[in-house]
């Protein structure tokens, strides 16, 4: 396994998902705040939808993801490991933000309001 590219659509943001990394752990290791809640697979909050290339899927309820959906390329991005440079298109839902001055990223697991 290597280092991935993650483009994000429709923003055209590009950034880097590290060895076994999921796609919220790239997402805001790089300096951006997306909305996600149980980081289980449990809650669906952190639904995007991939466009191109190949994420391994992890854990996920049926409850939160259906199989249609996942045929339509959604995925649950807190489970989601890619294993090819992929493209994703986030929605309006996950609130994506560039990091501000009031929010500090701590550490893989935790996002502490300063
Ligand atoms: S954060 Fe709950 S399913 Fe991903």
Same mark, same amino acid.
């Given at each position: 396994m290597k280092a991935h590219r993650l483009i994000l659509n429709p923003y055209g943001y590009e950034i880097e998902a590290r060895e076994g990394e999921t796609v919220l752990q790239a997402i805001l290791r790089s300096g951006f705040r997306v909305f996600y809640g149980c *980081?289980?697979?449990?809650?669906?909050?952190?639904k995007m939808r991939l466009i191109s290339g190949v994420v391994e899927r992890g854990r996920c309820s049926r409850a939160v993801l259906s199989e249609e959906e996942e045929k339509q390329g959604y995925f649950l991005s807190c489970q989601a490991i890619p294993l090819s440079d992929v493209e994703i298109h986030l929605v309006a839902?996950? *609130?994506?933000e560039k990091r501000s001055g009031i929010w500090h990223y701590v550490s893989d697991s935790e996002v502490h309001h300063k």
């Open positions: *980081r289980g697979g449990g809650c669906g909050t952190c839902a996950n *609130r994506l």
